[in-house]
């Protein structure tokens, strides 16, 4: 069932304890989770001292051991970011509860009473990066699902999980529920993420939130089951009939607003015959991007340089942009199925025929006529907290918002109904 | 993004023209599916004189190397069993397309229309035993839901495989659909399974069916997401104010209609007090049976032998039955927490309390009350066919038809909306 070779003895012992928290916090009312939910919030705000003590620590050895700044900025914690990770957590308490939700339910012709049922998932893995917001955010996901959270932050920022994790705990006890069902892992060594990874039997779904080697380990070592949350090389195609100003906004949103997200755009496809006009406006309206173009863009944008192969498929998380002009909406659809990681897909136009085609053609998560493509989000879409953006197609694909954390059983009921 | 220093480039080449294929018919309308599928079954019929040949091979071949006879049974073909193939194609035929459902559609305050949409897997990778019928009801499935179906089959039932395959792409070409949206692996060596669970990028959905040692292969090495037909360790606890008569229907059907399945009982939990009775009807219900018992169970039945540890956590898929006299439904719950496999469990019980508890602490992919564990069958719930049973939590939870093979994505739509 499980592969303990690697794991090494304390680590499953948590595993364990984690295991039997998921067994309460499964059964554990809304009422109760949210009153839980309600002392984290309070929780973080009053040891607010003591969690900037930690995380100085953190950003002292951080700064010791030449992390670059920007790192250290996501590492640093102030006292508005932790007010701030608890009003998500509040957040999360007033979402719906999805456990108990009942997704369908009929009666067979031999009087069996069958019904789906949305029941939490048990434990749910989280590893993630220097992010020390991310601790509470999972953390209240989880439990409003129904699950135990077990997290396997990064060593950098031990110390000030450590300190969160533990309010968060605390605040589980109060609420009569177990206290592990908020874990932190002790040990963020590589070794332990590997050991963490095959925890087959006690991790009912693993959920990395990191860079590609994260998720190479994962492919490579992981026995427990996974979701992938990876990268959005998003495209913008703006057709020959799209309305050009609408364009221009929706292109500088989707790459200027935050250009560090998964959602962000990386590659515009122009449309020949806008091509010029388009070009222009997008050289003016975008001074602060790094253009990266093929050959009729480098002719129109003379700041442009060449865009190589590898411009195509990166997904630059930054001020940089690749263009390329193409024939139509079949060319379009032919990048991006060439190109795309499958997150989301924007086509701008006012052709009725071309709209349906590209929706139909393009295989993503998320695709999009006439909007931006930073829309694709659990919030903007209306799921609430996200726990991350699904890039594979199984259990969840595109923003993953509590249902994600939920699988559905069946129940069925009847008088002695026996097979015939 | 894919491991391929382990694929060798001939199944590499292949999984290549079958994700191209994959991209035709997700696109393909119920009609032309209908047709292909229609076609399928009349090629199997017409071809049945060369699938029989090519049985005939595979069977001698497997009595020569000492095949056990229960085996040689499952790979033989026989006119009638081929005539079932056939019939089974036109049973997924006849069963509501699933691709383009919407199964959730609402506008945002900003005026976006947002759909969540049915949309096919993409590549399905089947890996299965000796059974050749499997090359067919997979295939038949995975097209039904848009998905190309990429097979690899035993060794020992090659020649069998094959010249099913062969009818089906026959079909597929003559409906217009690419060949390759069913394909079989052309080598079926340990190395190429392997190589197969490793086709990451090529196949977007594995789904083993096979025992033990193949699942723990596919823990251990597989790349590509995968969903786990796992073992089914079922459990009826008959309470103390079960009506025994229904118990007995019950617990012989569960047991003996069809010992060598997933969801047959394997072990009977029964209240103290019943036990005496219930037992000794138990010793005259199931004389075929082999009965493990614990010490209550081997004093009240003299033929029973003394259960073991291994006994309660083995899967016999035999006539074979492991009984435990506890104390009530809580205890009974204990038994299934520490043993079950997460597949089946039923209470039979007049008690509305005691199901309740029981339907709520018992996490499995069915609960049932009052009824028998064969129920949980696709076929049995009303989903159609089945392409087998989860015992994960992801993705598919119990039994997976159609809608297990298809997963939704985002569409949004807009007039120039950005984030704000």
């Known amino acids: 069932m499980n592969d303990l070779t690697s794991a090494n003895s304390e680590l499953l012992a948590l595993a364990g304890r984690v295991k039997e928290a998921s067994r309460l916090v499964r059964l554990a009312s809304a009422q109760q989770k949210n009153d839980a939910l309600g002392y984290m919030a309070e929780g973080l705000e009053h040891a607010g001292e003591e969690i900037l003590a930690a995380n100085a620590d953190d ?66 893995g989280i590893i993630y990066e220097n992010r020390p917001n991310v601790t509470s955010d999972a953390a209240a996901l989880c439990l409003k699902s129904g699950n135990a959270a077990f997290l396997r932050g990064s060593s950098a920022a031990f110390a000030s999980n450590r300190a969160i994790a533990s309010v968060l705990s605390e605040a589980l006890a109060k609420a009569g529920l177990p206290r592990e069902a908020v874990a932190l892992v002790p040990d963020a060594s590589r070794e332990s993420a590997v050991a963490f990874m095959r925890l087959r039997g006690y991790i009912d779904c693993l959920i990395p939130r990191g860079g590609r080697s994260l998720i190479a380990a994962i492919e490579e070592h992981a026995t427990v089951p996974y979701i992938i949350d990876g990268e959005g090389n998003c495209h913008i195609f703006v057709d020959a009939s799209a309305d050009l100003d609408a364009a221009e906004n929706i292109v500088r949103n ?167």
Chains 1, 2 share one sequence.
């Not at 999360?92 to 998932?121: F, K």
């Not at 607003?257 to 010029?276: F, I, M, Y």
């Not at 249902?403 to 059983?409: F, I, N, V, W």
């Open 254 to 420: 989707a790459k200027v607003q935050r250009p560090s997200v998964c959602n962000a755009v990386e590659t515009v496809l122009v449309h020949r015959a806008v091509a010029p006009e388009f070009l222009s406006r997008i050289d003016r309206l975008l001074p602060e991007v790094e253009i990266h173009g093929d050959g009729e863009t480098c002719t129109a944008i003379s700041r442009a340089v060449p865009a190589t192969e590898e411009d195509w498929a990166t997904e630059y998380l930054d001020l940089k942009l690749a263009i390329r002009v193409v024939d139509g909406v079949e060319a379009a659809v032919d990048h991006i199925s060439r190109y795309g990681t499958g997150h989301s897909e924007a086509i701008l136009t006012n052709d009725y025929a071309n709209a349906n085609l590209f929706v139909r053609e393009v295989d993503a998560a998320a695709v999009l006529v006439n909007a931006s493509t930073r829309f694709v989000d659990g919030n903007q879409l209306g799921l609430g907290a996200e726990i991350g953006i699904s890039t594979q197609k199984l259990h969840a694909r595109g923003p993953m918002g509590l249902e994600a954390l939920t699988t559905e059983r069946y129940v069925i009921e009847g008088n002695g109904q026996v097979r015939g």
């Open 59 to 124: 950003v002292d050895r951080a700064g010791r051991d030449g992390m670059p700044s920007t790192q250290v900025d996501r590492l640093r914690l102030t006292k508005a970011r932790i007010s701030d990770m608890a009003a998500q957590v509040l957040e999360v308490a007033a979402l719906a509860d999805p456990v108990g939700q009942v997704t369908r339910g009929y009666r067979l012709a031999n009087g069996l009473a069958v019904s789906r049922e949305r029941v939490p998932l048990g434990v749910v």
